[in-house]
């Protein structure tokens, strides 16, 4: 019974896990920025809707706050940051260095505004129902279960039909050629930013009321990120997908054996074990060079 | 205020030693690692271990630390290094966080979250450092040794190949290098140095907690080397000295809340860094949009 207890646990984290990482991973894979800041959008996102909700707005006004956050965020820092860099040819690295440093300022600042401590978004929603005999299920984990099936049905459906979903494919796959096409790869580039930045809202949104919320847990955030992007192989949004659920599961059914601060152990024990068997991850196309 | 500048002199070197160690493999060998303070904080623990049970002198602890910081960053860099820089940033990352918890459970060696207390002074050839005044002397003296080594290798056949991989690893295994064989070398030369200065840290201190070697820590080190000029052999020095100095010159400014001047201080040099990359990825040393140093 704490097995299956543990596997619900783990699909409600792996689809948080997954959705947050597909983010990170769609944008890394079309635009080849490593946006590290990724991130603090999670923290604004979630800082946002825990505002709006405490002030007694409401959930729907949180949620679009939150939305309206996040989107704002990655377009601001994609045009301002980004762009800037990639006119001179910026390299992994200044880029790198520069989504860093905002994800450190953005920490700081919310720090500053609601204190570095955790705070928890209070719904109805997080209290268990016991489903069985000592099986405990919160309505939140089925909220992020049916989330991650919306989110990716629409994105999957986006990818293949859209004529936009296309040109976002087809600029990770040859930039330059794109370009020859006729179609603007900054303008494809910031709906990249757009979608990696909405998939993090719903992540954002239901880790407040079930893990809790901190201002230094964007750097959480992204070891999960880049881990389920390396581990699901870069450049694939499904690989990415299959990898989170398989963190988020591995994380909570370890708990059957270690203690839970081991829990990001277990995470980098994955990290590690196909950074040297399989580099190129689960669903990667070429080798990693 | 004299005891005041003595303690900012040692940190400044200590901090100056790890700047300049990151820089070797991030400004020459372009491995951007986030698991800096981990060296740091085996060095320290390492050799605090071998000070309190076996002999405070210098010529245990150090080889020690050094032993310690080479074989764990072997660990990580034989197959992180293999594959492209990314890898390199996720598994110093993961190892950062897995290692934070690692010096918070591990209480035999490390002592938990409370950490470790009484460490003994440094040990040198019979002669115990304690004083800041003649401590100042040894950190100074380990900076500039560090430096010398650092400079020597970087204008070695070692240092040419590790710029050639970093300006462009195909060609640089075209030449016939062995790109991760030179890029591994780098790393474990880097981390051993760096335990040197938990050494150093632990016994200036005689007291170390988990506190000092966590994430905040490695981006500290980083923002010093990006800040001063990554690439440059004064830049890490440089940084160092800009970044410690921060908070006491916030502290000046009256109008800044006093109680969130650590959260200023990240704010500026995370902004620092972000600027820096936009208008002077070289930082403050380097060439303005030159292309070596701190670009590719």
Known sequence: MLALQLTITGLQTGALYALTAVGFSLIFGSTRIFHFAHGATFIIAAYLFYFVNVSGYGVVLGIAAATAGAIAFGLLLNRFVYVPIQRDEGSFFTVFVASFGIGIVIQNIVGMIFGRGFVTVQTPLSFSVELMDGLYVSPLAWISMLCAVVFFGILWCFLRYSNLGLSLRALADNPELVKAFGLNPRYISACAFTIGSILVVPAAIISGATSGLNPAMGHHVMLISLAATIVGGIGSVAGTLLAGLALGLAESLALLYVDSQWTEAVTFAILFLFIIVRPSGLLGRSAAH | ?296
Do not use: C
């Open chain 2, 1 to 296: 205020m004299e005891a005041y500048l003595l303690n900012l002199v040692i940190l400044i070197s200590i901090y100056s030693i790890l700047a300049s160690t990151l820089n070797f493999i991030m400004g020459y060998a372009g491995i951007y690692s986030l698991a800096h303070a981990v060296f740091f904080g085996v060095g320290a623990y390492a050799g605090t271990f071998v000070a309190t049970h076996f002999s405070a002198s210098i010529f245990f602890t150090l080889p020690a630390a050094m032993i310690a910081g080479a074989v764990l960053s072997l660990i990580l860099a034989l197959p992180a290094l293999r594959v492209r820089g990314e890898y390199f940033v996720a598994a110093s990352l993961g190892l950062q966080v897995l290692a934070v918890t690692i010096f918070s459970e591990w209480k035999s060696v490390t002592g938990g979250i409370g950490g470790l207390i009484g460490i003994p002074p440094l040990d040198i050839a019979g002669f115990e450092v304690f004083k800041p005044n003649q401590f100042v002397f040894v950190t100074v003296v380990g900076l500039i040794i560090v430096l010398f080594i650092i400079n020597r290798l970087v204008h070695s056949s070692f240092g040419r190949s590790l710029r050639a991989i970093r300006d462009s690893e195909s060609a640089a295994a075209a030449f016939g290098k062995n790109v991760p064989l030179i890029k591994t070398i780098s790393v474990v030369i880097s981390s051993a140095l760096t335990a040197v200065a938990g050494v150093m840290y632990a016994s200036y201190l005689s007291f170390i907690n988990v506190e000092s070697f966590t994430l905040d820590t490695s981006v500290l080190i980083m923002a010093m080397v990006i800040i001063g000029g990554t690439g440059t052999q004064a830049g890490p020095i440089i940084g160092a000295a800009l970044l410690l100095l921060l908070p006491s010159l916030i502290s000046y400014l009256d109008f800044l809340p006093q109680t969130e001047i650590g959260s200023i201080q990240q704010i500026i040099y995370g902004l620092g860094m972000a600027l820096l990359m936009i208008y002077r990825p070289g930082g403050i040393v380097g060439l303005k949009k030159q292309s070596g140093g701190g670009k590719k």
